[in-house]
């Protein structure tokens, strides 16, 4: 069987332990000729193959529920669901989407692009199966990274209460992205290199070849996960939540992963299936990573590893023009401290980790602990810098504001992929910050437009006394290193007057800023090109200044209109509407009627404004 012949799971449901077996060759080979040529996430794909293709064999999708934790992982699902003969769109406009997508298939029940959603989608399904009477599988798969993120917890929490039917396959590879550091994964380690855990690793086989299908062998298997709760300590962590757990399994044994799915539908409530896999399997540069560099690629050379795309010497991606110069501030104010959650190699600060060990903290997948530790750090006397993708920024909104923001706490945060990512599509485009941010009292908010100014502001965010938040997009920018920084008044624009008759005025940021200015000078046109790099506060002076030259104003951004520069600017200017309501303040507490009073928000000041209008139009 072809790999670009499958059209369902049907396809595969005859096929013999060998069959599959070479089915799962061609399929690894398919994902690495494919993804080195579109890029994508290949290390994830390639660990997960023959648990993939064990699922579809085993279940009866759509109608059982596959959803994938983050959904990265789901190429082979996808050729398994008839998507092979489009693999050469994947991720590109109108092709292929590089996660689940229920628009592209009805194998799709569940979209995710964050992680750790699966197990809280799955009690879901599950509730709303059983209060209608319906009879399908749910099967969650999430990887070990996501296990440790509160989301997790709090799902796997409920479903312990809950105790609906559920088959969780735990993929434990030891990797989320890059290499995983928490107590839960130590908990996990400590199954791993137990001695009883070798040797039930061979009981599991024995059971696996000589016991029926069925409830036989879930017994089996349970027993075995009894006696990890009394020979390994803190071992059984789903136990704690009364979730039957069996394995280990092989995950590349496609025979042993058959018999257990096909024992553990046999469970009542939910239960974990243990399957143990190897990140990049069958592509030896893959599977040598322990840092995350194969997780998602660019193009690259299959005999040789190298990206096909190749960037000037003279340039740096932005997360590393950010990770240089906060290694450089570092090394003179050892108070300096950086954290991640779970993105060292995105964000480029593995050499930090490296220099400063005890100054680098990756904390998992848990933007709400980021944030909400690093404020506890600044309130302590630390200078906390928090790397993380505007996407994921936003489930850390509440610690923003309730931790970090109302106490005032000088955190820098660096957003990096802010604006369009592109390829990863919409739970990854990093264009809500800007919106979600400027709400929020007491924070400033800025945007370099080249790699000098970048330098300039980390340096000028850790001389505030307030939550400091820089922004920079996915790609390269030339790099030098500046020679000494430079402090930047927050609020502060800049302008370019280009020609010397300027018609208009366009007010931009980012690199988007020298864009206008380069194609301007090759049109031959004349304008004012202001930079406007801060969001928050912005620069009211040059808007006044502006506003007089009576010029036409373009607002160019990049990001979503609502709640971005342009609403910021139109707030500021607006003369013709009496706008009611909170100021950009925190309030503090009292009786409803107080507050209202306080913040002129009340019933009466609004008429009382409505008389004084009216007596002064008449």
């Given amino acids: 069987m072809r790999v670009i012949d499958i059209r369902s799971p049907q396809d595969i449901k005859n096929c013999s332990i060998q069959e599959l077996e070479s089915l799962c060759e061609d399929i690894r080979q398919f994902l690495i000729e494919n993804i080195s040529k579109t890029g994508g996430h290949l290390s994830s794909n390639l660990g997960v193959v023959e648990l993939s293709v064990c699922l579809h064999y085993v279940f009866n999708a759509p109608k059982d529920k596959i959803i994938f934790d983050v959904g990265h992982q789901c ?10 003969p489009y693999f050469s769109t994947l991720r590109k406009k109108d092709g292929l989407s590089g996660f689940q997508k229920r628009k ?24 709303a199966r059983d209060l209608l009477h319906e009879n399908y599988e749910v099967i969650p798969v999430i990887g070990d990274g996501a296990l ?24 434990d590879n030891n990797m989320s992205i890059s290499k995983n550091h928490s107590a839960i994964e130590q908990k996990i380690t400590n199954i791993r290199t137990s001695s009883f855990y070798q040797n039930m690793k061979i009981d599991v086989k024995k059971n696996l070849k000589n016991t029926s299908y069925g409830t036989n062998l879930l017994k089996s298997m349970t027993n075995i996960r009894d006696h990890i709760r009394d020979e390994v300590i803190n071992a059984p962590l789903f136990e704690n939540f009364n979730i039957n757990y069996i394995g ?27 399957v143990l896999t190897k990140k990049g399997k069958g592509y030896p540069y893959a599977e040598k ?53 779970a993105m060292a190699q995105g964000s480029k600060l593995l050499e930090f980790a490296h220099k400063f060990p005890k100054r680098f903290f990756d904390c998992g997948i848990a933007e ?14 630390l200078k906390p810098f928090v790397s993380i993708y505007s996407s994921f920024l936003q489930r850390a909104y509440d610690q923003i504001n309730h931790d970090m923001a109302r106490m005032y706490e000088p955190v820098v945060v660096g957003i990096d992929r802010a604006g369009l990512v592109g390829d990863d599509g919409e739970t990854h485009q990093g264009v809500f910050d800007i919106s979600f941010l400027r709400s929020i009292p007491n924070v400033i908010l800025s945007q370099p437009k080249d790699a000098f100014e970048a330098q300039n502001l980390l340096y000028s965010a850790f001389q505030e006394r307030k939550p400091y ?45 020298d864009k206008v200015i380069e194609k301007a000078t090759i049109n031959n046109m004349s304008m004012i090109v202001v930079n406007a790099r801060f969001f928050k506060p912005i620069d009211t002076k040059m808007i006044d200044e502006l506003m007089k030259t009576k010029l036409k104003i373009y607002i160019y951004q990049t990001d979503c209109k609502i709640g971005s520069l342009s609403s910021a600017i139109l707030e500021y200017i607006n003369k013709d509407i009496d706008i009611m309501g909170i100021e950009d303040h925190f309030v503090g507490h009292g009786s409803i009627r107080s507050l209202r009073i306080e913040e002129n928000i009340h019933i009466n000041g609004l008429f009382q404004k409505i008389c004084e209008d009216s007596d002064a139009i008449g």
């Fill in 75 to 84: 190429y082979t699902h996808k050729i398994l669901t008839g998507r092979a």
């Fill in 104 to 127: 592209e298939s009805e194998y799709d029940c569940w979209e995710a692009g964050h992680s750790s959603t699966s197990l809280s989608a799955a009690l879901g399904f599950a509730t």
């Fill in 148 to 171: 440790g993120s509160g989301m997790s917890m709090e799902a796997l929490n409920d479903i312990g209460t809950q105790q609906r039917k559920m088959i969780i396959i735990f993929n």
């Fill in 248 to 274: 280990p399994v092989d995950g590349h044994d496609i025979h042993a992963l058959i018999r257990t799915f096909k024992a553990a539908k046999n469970s009542d409530g939910p239960i974990v299936i243990h």
């Fill in 289 to 341: 990573d322990e840092v995350g560099k194969w997780h998602g690629v660019s193009p690259f050379d299959i005999q040789t590893g190298m990206p096909l795309l190749e960037h000037p010497d003279d340039e740096l991606s932005w997360s590393e023009v950010i990770s240089k110069t906060l290694l450089d501030l570092a090394y003179h104010d050892p108070k300096i401290v950086a954290i991640t959650p």
């Fill in 368 to 381: 709400e602990h980021a944030i909400t530790m690093a404020s506890a750090m600044a309130q302590a006397g």
């Fill in 469 to 513: 938040f820089i922004r920079y997009p996915r790609g390269f920018v030339k790099y030098e290193k500046n020679k000494e920084y430079t402090y930047i008044q927050p609020g502060t624009w800049t302008k370019t007057v280009v020609g010397n008759h300027p018609s208009c005025i366009v007010i931009c940021y980012g690199p988007e800023v």
